[in-house]
Nanobody, 121 residues
Framework: QVTVEESGGGLAQPGGSLTLSCAVS????????MGWYRQFPGLQRELVAA?????STIYADSVKGRFTISRTNTQVILQMNNLKVEDTSVYYC?????????????????WGQGVQVTVSS
């Protein structure tokens, strides 16, 4: 069992930056991959970015070149630059998942509670 705790988020202006952090604790040997998702009203949660223990990453097309994901053994950080109004959403940390064929599969028992990111002038 793992505990996932997010921090960061808040309000930013278009073109601004925010940083989301996520710490994972609990009983486990190692974490293969971690990621961030976001969910817009009425839609399914979508992958924003994920990173493996070896440093491989994947990004949603909409955030490539603007967002950067990084991690330690038990922490994953999402640096969001050049924010756009359409990035406004609730962002969820996926504290544990698996990586296969360049795809990320979240462990549904390892979600954070979500943090609000609002981009507005």
């Amino acid at each position: 069992q793992v505990t996932v705790e997010e921090s960061g988020g808040g309000l930013a202006q278009p073109g601004g930056s925010l940083t989301l952090s996520c710490a994972v604790s609990g009983t486990f040997i190692s974490i293969n991959a971690m990621g961030w998702y976001r969910q817009f009203p009425g839609l399914q949660r979508e992958l924003v970015a994920a990173v493996t223990s070896g440093g491989s990453t994947i990004y949603a097309d909409s955030v490539k070149g603007r967002f950067t994901i990084s991690r330690t053994n038990t922490q994953v950080i999402l640096q969001m630059n050049n924010l756009k109004v359409e990035d406004t959403s609730v962002y969820y940390c996926s504290g544990r998942g698996t990586w296969s064929n360049d795809r990320y599969y979240p462990d549904y028992g390892a979600w954070g509670q979500g943090v609000q990111v609002t981009v507005s002038s």
